[in-house]
T-cell receptor, first 109, second 122 residues
């Protein structure tokens, strides 16, 4: 299983919106609405930000939203804040297994 | 609230077996609708799902590790463990334990331990 494909880096200015893509195959992203997104700050454990493609856990800002089309899922961060600077990983259920994305470093300019 | 805490040796010699435990507090490993998981992160790299286990013993592993990995749940100790045999320097990583909540849960890794760095070196 190869990692899901994400852009290595995405940047934006405070207040702007950015979108991170996560491309898989018909065996993972395309087959299940079980895509999740995780935020990881340096030296910290990942934190669940989006689950089941579009849903936000309690306590996660509504500036974070998710979507999916075909084999590609996306995470959008609206109104960028300085504290959004972190690494972001997508993850898809793949039938008795999970597959993470390659990770995207988000830089707030 | 549920918390996870990894424990185990920080240094393992090549060819030996890496063993880590994850203690669950504030909840039970015997709860239904949870798979107990291990995920690792090589230095400066992305996350790699290693496998998960249900409390009843059902296990699912990353095919790239299948011959070397064992994940088990100890309901009496309220913890789960990872064993990775025949380690090499390529197994040097931060190891995270995590809970996968399925069914009525978020179907995602909703709770994570803080992670523990394991170095494979002689």
């Amino acid at each position: 299983q190869s990692a899901l494909t994400q852009p290595a880096s995405v940047s934006g200015s405070p207040g702007q919106s950015i979108t991170i893509s996560c491309t898989g195959t018909s065996s993972d992203v395309g087959s299940y609405n079980l895509v999740s997104w995780y935020q990881q700050h340096p030296g910290k454990a990942p934190k669940l930000m989006i689950y089941e493609v579009t849903k936000r856990p309690s306590g996660v800002s509504d500036r974070f939203s998710g979507s999916k089309s075909g084999n590609t899922a996306s995470l959008t961060i609206s109104g960028l804040h300085a504290e959004d600077e972190a690494d972001y990983y997508c993850c898809s259920y793949a039938g008795s297994s999970s597959l993470f994305g390659s990770g995207t470093k988000v830089t707030v300019l | 609230q549920v918390q996870l805490q990894e424990s185990g040796p920080e240094l393992v010699k090549p060819s030996q077996t890496l063993s880590l435990n994850c203690t669950v507090s504030g909840g039970s490993v015997s709860s239904s609708n949870y798979y107990w998981s291990w995920i690792r992160q090589h230095p400066g790299k992305g996350l790699e799902w290693m496998g998960y286990s249900y409390y009843s013993g059902s296990t699912y592993y990353n095919s790239s590790l299948k011959s070397r990995i064992t994940i088990s749940v100890d309901t009496s100790m309220n913890q789960f463990s990872l064993r990775l045999s025949s380690v090499t320097a390529a197994d040097t990583a931060v190891y995270y334990c995590a809970r996968w909540a399925f069914g009525s849960g978020p179907n995602a890794f909703d709770i994570w331990g803080q992670g523990t760095m394991v170095t494979v070196s002689s």
